[in-house]
């Protein structure tokens, strides 16, 4: 069956940087869009970045643009999502997100197919 399973999450500082990575099983990963979402404390999960499955266009929330990139490597059927000059607002549990070829950009929870488990990022001030 089709896995999803993040790590790279962790308890940093404002400023510090992260690099999550999403390892997917189960599904021909280069025929897949992925995404990354996050669910916030208290909050409903959203978009943070999106890659097709072609792997060059990718599309962010405004909130992260600039900060944060997303990239995959088809070869390690993996997907990454580099986080730079952290803030406590980015605190949440970070998903990642797949859903088979199609229309691109894809930027609500119900575009997606599979999940995985989420990772947490907590960033203090």
């Known amino acids: 069956q089709v896995q999803l399973v993040e790590s790279g999450g962790g308890l940093v500082q404002a400023g510090d940087s992260l690099r999550l990575s999403c390892a997917a099983s189960?599904?021909?990963?280069?025929?897949?869009?992925m995404g990354w979402f996050r669910q916030p404390p208290g909050k409903e999960r959203e978009f943070v970045a999106t890659?097709?499955?072609?792997?060059?266009?990718?599309d962010y929330a405004d909130s992260v643009k600039g900060r944060f990139t997303i990239s995959r490597d088809n070869a390690k059927n993996t997907v990454y999502l580099q986080l730079n000059s952290l803030k406590p607002e980015d605190t949440a549990i970070y998903y990642c997100?797949?859903?088979?070829?199609?229309?691109?950009?894809?930027?609500?929870?119900?575009?997606?197919?599979?999940w995985g488990q989420g990772t947490q990022v907590t960033v203090s001030s």
């Open positions: 997100a797949a859903v088979v070829w199609g229309s691109f950009p894809r930027r609500t929870n119900y575009d997606y197919r599979y």
């Open positions: 189960g599904l021909t990963f280069s025929t897949y869009t």
């Open positions: 890659i097709s499955w072609r792997g060059g266009p990718t």
